[in-house]
């Protein structure tokens, strides 16, 4: 039986065409959330504070992150969630002040609490959820001593990337929401200006 070409032309396209959306979709498959991009960039840099430990010190660990901190978080929106509704009644100046002070804050707890390595790495799942508009990525440290710690990272899109709003210890308690009480007494009490005297003391706290 003799082929007929314009089937056999039909039928390789066809081939072609099926081998380059399976190849497509593997790709797709296999390319990562960009929102997992500054999670990831946060737990390398951790992990390379804790290796760098007492040769770093305080100092070191807080000028090594802080970089990291100011391109993984968005800061101002962190402040202005964390504040409440009560951020509208706040001046420019001192709104500008509690920004850079969530940063010290942020920035400080990281330089204390990952001072030292003994074998810990994280790992990022690769299954990025959807939160609304959201994303979630879930993260673990794990360590050689003790049970894996659970750490989730709530994103939203600033610009042309995703950025860190929130972060959950063992993937329920919200720090911002713990923030939020806590600020919530103070301001009620004193003000923007207690407020920025309480974050210093916590800064200044996590230092020591």
């Known amino acids: 039986m003799t082929a007929d070409p314009s089937r056999m032309q039909s039928l390789g396209s066809g081939i072609v065409f099926g081998l380059a959306l399976a190849s497509a979709s593997a790709i797709h498959a296999q390319t990562p959330d960009p929102a997992q991009a500054p999670v990831q960039m946060l737990c390398d840099r951790l992990i390379a504070n804790m290796k760098g430990g007492a040769q770093l010190g305080f100092s070191g660990r807080a000028a090594a992150i802080g970089p990291v901190v100011d391109r993984a978080f968005d800061l101002p929106l962190m402040t202005r969630l964390t504040i409440g509704p009560q951020w509208n009644t706040i001046g420019a100046s001192d709104q500008s002040a509690l920004v850079s002070a969530i940063r010290k804050l942020t920035v400080n707890q990281y330089a204390a609490n990952f001072d030292s390595y003994d074998g810990q790495r994280f790992t990022v799942d690769p299954k990025v959820e959807a939160r609304g508009a959201d994303r979630l990525v879930r993260t673990s440290l794990i360590q050689r001593k003790d049970q894996p710690v659970a750490i989730g990272y709530r994103l939203r899109q600033s610009g042309n990337g995703w950025k860190i709003i929130d972060v959950y210890y063992q993937n329920s308690i919200s720090q911002l929401a713990t923030r939020r009480?806590?600020?919530?007494?103070?301001?009620?009490?004193?003000?923007?200006?207690?407020?920025?005297?309480?974050?210093?003391?916590?800064?200044?706290?996590?230092?020591?």
């Open 181 to 208: 009480s806590d600020f919530a007494r103070v301001f009620q009490t004193g003000g923007a200006k207690a407020l920025l005297k309480h974050l210093d003391d916590l800064a200044n706290r996590a230092g020591h």
